[in-house]
């Protein structure tokens, strides 16, 4: 359970330390303003979203058809 929490945890923790040097970076030597910097993060998450949604659902297309199978293929022939 510990071990679970905290890989959880590390994730987010790199996450906001990405998004931190971010803003860092694009401000100071970019040269960005703060609210050009966010609205590219928000377009980002929400491009990110969208992205997730479409690549689930191609997942379940492709794997409609075709069929996610471990092992050798003509066993699955005989016992399907």
Known sequence: MFLAAGSYLSISAMGYLVIVYFVSYATRNLQ???????????????????????????????????GMYIGPQDWVADHA
């Open 32 to 66: 960005f303003s703060l609210p050009v910097t966010l609205g590219l993060l928000q377009s980002a998450a929400v491009i990110f979203a969208i992205s997730i949604r479409f690549f689930a659902n191609r997942s379940d297309i492709i794997l409609a058809v075709q």
